[in-house]
């Protein structure tokens, strides 16, 4: 491959989603674009003067269809291209988006490039679409570097209407709106208007002694079980005796409390002492576990339940899929949930 040194290089990761199609101004049909359509409708990017190349997966899915091997191809993508561009860029559906990016966030152990995910509401060859404006952004960020040519954000992002954001603290929290993605629990890495200006403090800084390590593997025998007033203990019962399962994320109420119920607390010990991971993240959007707080949540740590602290429902389940994948100990999982693999948790909160 011929690498021009002088010019920046991007390379853009189509995977699907509404940002990658086009009206067909005939039939009014969404139909997915190849990259000299995009070209076509995003002259700007000729006014880049970098390297843009692009890999578009065939067909191209909905991020409703999104799961790990498709996460798999993403991270062979980058691991094989990785020396040849300063930065990636992944065109992704908005649905799935930061489940994506909190993957992606421990697959690529040691990181020091950027990797953005971005996407849009409207199609990009709609005349008020949100898509070029982010794919443009994005691609200007995946680019950047430091004057000693570090490059400014080396880790997986997704930037979304003028935010940039750490990937895995990301939700989307609105169906609708061009502004459909918050990191509740992490400042913005980075703010778009006239400027970008970059929270140089929050970025995380890459250990560059270490080599990128792509990790592929992933054990999706996880559920996600919501406490809510009038849980039954029938359907609790159940869904923690589900065959093969090895881990739950329990999204409970607050600051990590639970009702106390005798039965609750016998059956997570239970769980627990079949091997069972489970981990309390709140259902609140915002804020952290402290289970410590109240006697409703000093039972589950009794109980043998592990903190999740600020983490978002996305990032606890694919974390925990991706330790359960490497066939660590229930030992090992919970010390990796506890600790900070990819800059996903806060643990002030102990
Ligand atoms: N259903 C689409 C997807 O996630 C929505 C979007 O792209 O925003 O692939």
């Given at each position: 491959?011929?690498?021009?040194?002088?010019?920046?290089?991007?390379?853009?990761?189509?995977?699907?989603?509404?940002?990658?199609?086009?009206?067909?101004?005939?039939?009014?049909?969404?139909?997915?674009?190849?990259?000299?359509?995009?070209?076509?409708?995003?002259?700007?990017?000729?006014?880049?003067?970098?390297?843009?190349?692009?890999?578009?997966?065939?067909?191209?899915?909905?991020?409703?269809?999104?799961?790990?091997?498709?996460?798999?191809?993403?991270?062979?993508?980058?691991?094989?291209?990785?020396?040849?561009?300063?930065?990636?860029?992944?065109?992704?559906?908005?649905?799935?988006?930061?489940?994506?990016?909190?993957?992606?966030?421990?697959?690529l152990e040691n990181l020091?490039?950027?990797?953005?995910?971005?996407?849009?509401?409207?199609?990009?060859?709609?005349?008020?679409?949100?898509?070029?404006?982010?794919?443009?952004?994005?691609?200007?960020?995946?680019?950047?570097?430091?004057?000693?040519?570090?490059?400014?954000?080396?880790?997986?992002?997704?930037?979304?209407?003028?935010?940039?954001?750490?990937?895995?603290?990301?939700?989307?929290?609105?169906?609708?709106?061009?502004?459909?993605?918050?990191?509740?629990?992490?400042?913005?890495?980075?703010?778009?208007?006239?400027?970008?200006?970059?929270?140089?403090?929050?970025?995380?800084?890459?250990?560059?002694?270490?080599?990128m390590k792509?990790h592929?593997?992933?054990?999706?025998?996880?559920?996600?079980?919501?406490?809510?007033?009038?849980?039954?203990?029938?359907?609790?019962?159940?869904?923690?005796?589900?065959?093969?399962?090895?881990?739950?994320?329990?999204?409970?109420?607050?600051?990590?409390?639970?009702?106390?119920?005798?039965?609750?607390?016998?059956?997570?010990?239970?769980?627990?002492?079949?091997?069972?991971?489970?981990?309390?993240?709140?259902?609140?959007?915002?804020?952290?576990?402290?289970?410590?707080?109240?006697?409703?949540?000093?039972?589950?740590?009794?109980?043998?339940?592990?903190?999740?602290?600020?983490?978002?429902?996305?990032?606890?389940?694919?974390?925990?899929?991706?330790?359960?994948?490497?066939?660590?100990?229930?030992?090992?999982?919970?010390?990796?949930?506890?600790?900070?693999?990819?800059?996903?948790?806060?643990?002030?909160?102990?």
């Open positions: 491959m011929f690498i021009n040194v002088n010019y920046p290089s991007v390379l853009l990761i189509y995977t699907g989603g509404t940002i990658g199609m086009i009206e067909n101004p005939e039939t009014g049909a969404l139909e997915n674009f190849n990259f000299d359509q995009l070209q076509r409708q995003v002259p700007e990017l000729k006014r880049f003067n970098y390297r843009i190349a692009s890999y578009a997966f065939n067909p191209p899915i909905d991020s409703s269809d999104m799961e790990p091997a498709f996460w798999a191809k993403i991270v062979k993508i980058i691991s094989y291209n990785y020396d040849y561009f300063d930065g990636f860029v992944i065109l992704h559906g908005t649905d799935t988006m930061a489940y994506t990016a909190s993957a992606l966030s421990f697959m020091a490039k950027p990797v953005i995910l971005t996407g849009s509401q409207l199609p990009i060859g709609t005349l008020r679409t949100d898509g070029k404006e982010n794919l443009i952004t994005a691609i200007e960020i995946a680019a950047a570097k430091h004057a000693d040519g570090t490059p400014v954000v080396p880790e997986v992002c997704i930037f979304f209407e003028n935010e940039l954001m750490r990937g895995n603290r990301t939700t989307k929290i609105n169906a609708e709106n061009f502004n459909a993605f918050r990191s509740f629990n992490y400042p913005a890495l980075a703010k778009v208007g006239i400027h970008i200006r970059y929270n140089e403090q929050q970025i995380r800084q890459p250990d560059t002694t270490r080599p792509p592929y593997l992933f054990d999706t025998n996880v559920v996600v079980l919501t406490l809510f007033p009038g849980i039954q203990e029938s359907i609790v019962h159940s869904v923690l005796h589900v065959q093969g399962l090895k881990a739950v994320v329990l999204k409970t109420f607050g600051s990590g409390n639970a009702p106390q119920k005798e039965w609750l607390i016998r059956q997570l010990k239970e769980a627990r002492d079949r091997g069972i991971v489970v981990v309390n993240i709140t259902q609140c959007q915002s804020g952290a576990v402290e289970m410590g707080r109240y006697e409703t949540g000093l039972q589950l740590l009794q109980a043998g339940v592990i903190s999740g602290y600020d983490s978002t429902p996305e990032c606890a389940v694919t974390k925990l899929m991706f330790l359960l994948g490497h066939g660590l100990t229930q030992q090992e999982i919970r010390e990796r949930m506890n600790s900070n693999l990819a800059g996903e948790i806060t643990k002030h909160y102990d």
